[in-house]
């Protein structure tokens, strides 16, 4: 989700002279034989026209059809400095693309009756004083909290490690409530730290094990990871953003440490198709769970939120579609599912403020043809 208003106008409003056409710098995966030639020429067609649009340096995607990870490839190039192609395997940070996955989680604890999603979230996480009001885990889920997103840009762009999830609640814990939780949405990537917290509480184990554990060993998600500056990874996309004048400049530093249930993951296009394959057939929660995961919560007014239990949720063409985007430092990224279709794109770029959501949708119009 964006960034401060203040760096969204910034990065939105930057250009630059592409430095790579696509057609030059185009990394297959072997799964492309799965997905008919016809299709793959005219997804690759969008993607080509939209990185000259967007001037894209690096792109990577994967396709779900059938509940099934059918074709996957990266074009341009993921670090512009050493001239690395972008693939399919390239690993670019999530974002807020860890949302869904750390609301997974929680919602496996759920259905083992270690949470109860509307009680005070104090009963799992003591180290969050309680507010004016009480929180709910279920209303945090939906961002009906109150807790705030980012108050600054250098908040937003903190370079301050944290060791711990407990730690990262320093950013925000002693705050007051925005508002009565219930009366409106308020976007919170901080909110999402809390569920961090709220995991560990009730499971017992350290959130990033848990999440290591439960949801990306049984999705198959063998490239997921949590992000880390100092750590050299694989296949790391290198990240940009665009000057006033034109110029294509290295992303800032950023130590995602305080966020790292709601923006502190990395992963591979790949990786992310095989999750939405994972929630498609139920294999991480029951089906009323993901059910559940993919209604639109109501505000105290009854006004539809168009935001489930960690999902984005709408309808296109008379078709139910859920996902989430992704924006921060180094990349934007977009997950786009039809689950009733057993559909999934995902697309990761490696320039700020790229805008995919129209081309994610698009892209799978092509597959169900």
């Known amino acids: 989700m964006p960034a401060p208003s203040s760096a969204r106008a910034r990065v939105r409003g930057l250009f630059v002279l592409c430095l790579l056409l696509v057609s030059g710098a185009r990394a297959a995966s072997a799964q492309e034989a799965r997905l008919p030639a016809e299709k793959v020429r005219q997804i690759e067609a969008l993607i080509s026209a939209e990185m000259a649009k967007q001037k894209i340096p690096g792109l990577s995607v994967a396709v779900v059809t059938d509940r099934q990870l059918r074709w996957s490839s990266g074009y341009g190039l993921s670090d512009v400095e050493n001239n690395v192609a972008a693939k399919a395997s390239t690993v670019y940070r999530l974002a807020s693309i860890s949302k869904p996955i750390t609301a997974t989680a929680v919602m496996q604890l759920f259905e083992r009756g270690r949470v109860d999603l509307d009680a005070p979230v104090q009963k799992?996480?003591?180290?969050?004083?309680?507010?004016?009001?009480?929180?709910?885990?279920?209303?945090?889920?939906?961002?009906?909290?109150?807790?705030?997103?980012?108050?600054?840009?250098?908040?937003?762009?903190s370079t301050r490690h944290f060791a711990t999830v407990v730690e990262s609640l320093e950013m925000f814990k002693n705050d007051p409530l925005l508002h009565e939780p219930g009366v409106k949405m308020t976007y919170s990537t901080f909110g999402y730290t809390l569920l961090?917290?709220?995991?560990?509480?009730?499971?017992?184990?350290?959130?990033?094990?848990?999440?290591?554990?439960?949801?990306?060993?049984?999705?198959?998600?063998?490239?997921?990871?949590?992000?880390?500056?100092?750590?050299?990874?694989?296949?790391?996309?290198?990240?940009?953003?665009?000057?006033?004048?034109?110029?294509?400049?290295n992303s800032p530093l950023a130590d995602n440490s305080y966020k790292v249930p709601g923006g502190g993951f990395v992963s591979t296009a790949e990786d992310l198709a095989r999750f939405a394959v994972a929630v498609e057939t139920n294999r991480l929660l029951k089906k009323e769970t993901n059910e559940l995961m993919f209604t639109s919560q109501k505000t105290r007014d009854g006004k539809e939120t168009k935001y489930g239990l960690g999902w984005g949720v709408n309808t296109r063409n008379g078709q139910r579609i859920t996902g989430h985007s992704g924006a921060q430092q180094r990349v934007s990224t977009f997950l786009h599912m039809q689950p009733d279709q057993g559909l999934a794109v995902v697309i990761m770029a490696n320039l700020e403020g790229a805008s995919l959501g129209d081309l994610a949708l698009r892209i799978g119009d092509i597959l169900l043809k």
């Open 124 to 157: 799992y996480c003591p180290a969050f004083p309680e507010k004016q009001w009480p929180v709910t885990t279920r209303e945090v889920l939906a961002h009906l909290s109150g807790i705030r997103h980012y108050k600054s840009d250098e908040e937003f762009n």
């Open 196 to 249: 961090g917290c709220v995991v560990e509480g009730a499971s017992g184990r350290p959130f990033a094990d848990f999440v290591r554990e439960n949801v990306l060993r049984p999705a198959g998600m063998e490239h997921m990871r949590v992000d880390s500056v100092a750590d050299i990874i694989p296949n790391r996309a290198q990240g940009y953003r665009l000057t006033d004048k034109g110029e294509l400049i």
